[in-house]
């Protein structure tokens, strides 16, 4: 009779090591995720950095596609160029100033050297360099900002790269300002609003919902990025093209604004496997028409504007092949 409560114990040991031992194998079995270095919550790259893993996941058969894509978030583009440098991610959102500063090792990426291993995989939507006023602060255009209090992006964002080289074309410096704030974009708009500041700046893709936030909840206003500072930026920077945010997007704005803009671009390294960069890119082409529905920003997007330009960086092979098999490029 005693012999039963031992049999019973050591049934559930075994069943216990058994199912125990079946874990420990599903762990070291299960593939290792591609990742994708997005962006804040409450920016663009957040979302949009989603949606391309989804239409990754949605596409999850041959071609290399056999591990899922997990978004995770960031600063921005230089902390994600940064990733990808350092193997910590598969692919990367960026600009593409900060791409071409990392390849060639200029600006923020002095100190480490060019990023030889760099690549392009696909261009997305074009950014415009924002300049968003309070309507009492007197700024309608970038030349105004001098002595007044801004809001900027964190470092480690693209935005703050751009402003550095816009500040350089002025001959402008952080100290020309009465108060430079880093702040992520939520952040930005309430300091706007709450009137801690008198205007932000930042890289965006539009129609933008913390535009839209701040100008029908506290009347922000858009300002031009013009004149011969950025004609003679836009000679000398070719990635660098002249923008405009269209009138009667944002309430209150009823004009076209003038500035400058780059585009994001998702990037990767020569480092990852071709098979996984060609299914990125195929799922996001072969989908077209489904995710340019993931988000506003990617609604105006069409086929020809989202082959990569290898004059900024080297194209991956494994998207060239893509590109190639479409007849995208020769």
Not at 242 to 265: C, E, F, K, L, Q
Request: proline share 7%; charged share 15%; net charge neutral.
């Amino acid at each position: 009779m005693r012999l039963k409560p031992m049999l019973r114990f050591g049934a559930a040991a075994l069943i216990a090591t058994t199912v125990a031992g079946c874990m420990a194998v599903s762990v070291v079995l299960a593939p290792t995720p591609v990742t994708l270095a997005s962006g804040v919550p409450g920016g663009i790259y957040h979302p949009v950095g989603n949606a391309l893993c989804r239409i990754f996941n949605l596409n999850l058969a041959g071609d290399g596609a056999t591990r899922p894509c997990v978004a995770v978030n960031s600063d921005g583009s230089v902390a994600n160029v940064r990733r990808l440098d350092s193997g910590e991610t598969t692919f990367a959102l960026s600009q593409t100033d900060v791409a071409y500063a990392a390849f060639h090792g200029v600006g923020p990426f002095v100190a480490t050297g060019p990023d030889r291993k760099l690549r392009l995989a696909i261009g997305l939507y074009p950014e415009a360099f924002t300049v968003l006023a309070r309507a009492d602060s007197g700024i309608v255009a970038f030349q105004d900002l001098r002595g007044k209090r801004v809001g900027i992006g964190k470092n480690g964002s693209g935005s703050s790269f751009t402003l550095d080289v816009v500040l350089g074309a002025y001959g402008w410096t952080m100290s020309d300002h009465e108060r430079m704030l880093e702040l992520g974009p939520a952040e930005q708009n309430q300091a706007l609003c709450g009137d801690r500041i008198d205007a932000i700046m930042f890289d965006a893709g539009h129609p933008n919902g913390l535009i839209q936030e701040a100008t029908t909840g506290c009347q922000a206003r858009l300002a031009r990025v013009a004149g011969p500072p950025i004609d003679r930026l836009l000679a000398t920077h070719p990635y660098y093209i002249a923008t405009v945010i269209p009138g009667g997007m944002y309430a209150g704005n009823p004009d076209d604004v003038t500035t400058i803009g780059t585009r994001a671009v998702l990037l990767t390294s020569i480092e990852q496997p071709d098979a996984v960069v060609y299914a990125m890119v195929k799922a996001v082409f072969d989908n077209f028409a489904d995710f340019r529905r993931l988000h506003p920003a990617l609604a105006s997007l069409a086929i020809k504007d989202m082959v990569p330009s290898a004059a900024v960086v080297p194209i991956h092979p494994g998207a060239l092949r893509y590109y190639r098999e479409a007849g995208l490029l020769p």
